[in-house]
């Protein structure tokens, strides 16, 4: 007789993804490890964290800030939007929503929505990319119920002391903007850091596997 051998399943490697809102650069990140989870059998880890704690411990300057960079924004936004396949629209007054209104009320209803009901984190992340709370609630299929009990345990020291603690584990490996990308490649525990959206092809030759471009075969567009 002949013994019968089953091959073990390919272990997942495990890619975080520390990011914030407001950076519509998170966003293009955000939606490709989505689509490339199953293709490259990620253990995709969405971590919510703070951008302007990370911006002010890392002694960074928000791009917005440098005037030729920011020009350089609008349009550069305008491009990768369309390769990305993402509907990223400009708000009214880029300035006010980064800058005045900020992203940690908006990051503390995503942790709250994390802890509770994981299920819905990506589907409430991605509409906050459309903007306003009740409406990419709604949007992301949660009830009028989840949303007001969100809302509620954003002042509630638990989801403020998870948001903190993934903005100091991003720290710890070194972040200094938004998306903060860790690739854990190996069993050596130090996971290598890959920053921004342009450099799938470099994360995947870190993880040992194919770039395909931005929208793989078999994956739908926004």
Not at 179 to 199: C, Q, Y
Request: charged share 25%.
């Amino acid at each position: 007789m002949q013994s019968k051998c089953k091959m073990a399943a390919p272990i997942k490697k495990t890619v975080e993804l520390f990011y914030d809102v407001v950076s519509p650069y998170s966003w293009f990140a955000f939606e490709v490890l989505c689509r490339y989870e199953n293709i490259w059998n990620l253990d995709l880890k969405m971590k919510p964290f703070f951008l302007g704690g990370i911006m002010k411990a890392a002694d960074n300057t928000p791009p917005a800030m440098v005037p030729n960079r920011g020009q350089y924004m609008r349009k550069d936004l305008q491009r990768l939007a369309k390769y990305f396949n993402v509907p990223l629209n400009e708000p009214k007054d880029p300035a006010e929503m980064m800058f005045v209104k900020g992203s940690l009320k908006t990051q503390r209803f995503i942790t709250a929505v994390d802890m509770k009901l994981p299920s819905k984190t990506r589907d409430v992340t991605r509409e906050m990319w459309h903007r306003n709370w009740s409406r990419a609630g709604l949007k992301a299929g949660l009830t009028e119920e989840q949303i007001a009990t969100f809302l509620q345990d954003m002042s509630d020291s638990r989801v403020k002391d998870r948001l903190k603690q993934y903005t100091e584990e991003a720290l710890g490996y070194k972040a200094f903007g938004s998306p903060t990308i860790m690739a854990h490649v190996d069993g050596n525990g130090k996971p290598e850091l890959v920053f921004g959206s342009d450099r799938f092809p470099v994360l995947a030759q870190l993880l040992g596997k194919e770039w395909l471009g931005p929208t793989p075969p078999g994956e739908s567009k926004l």
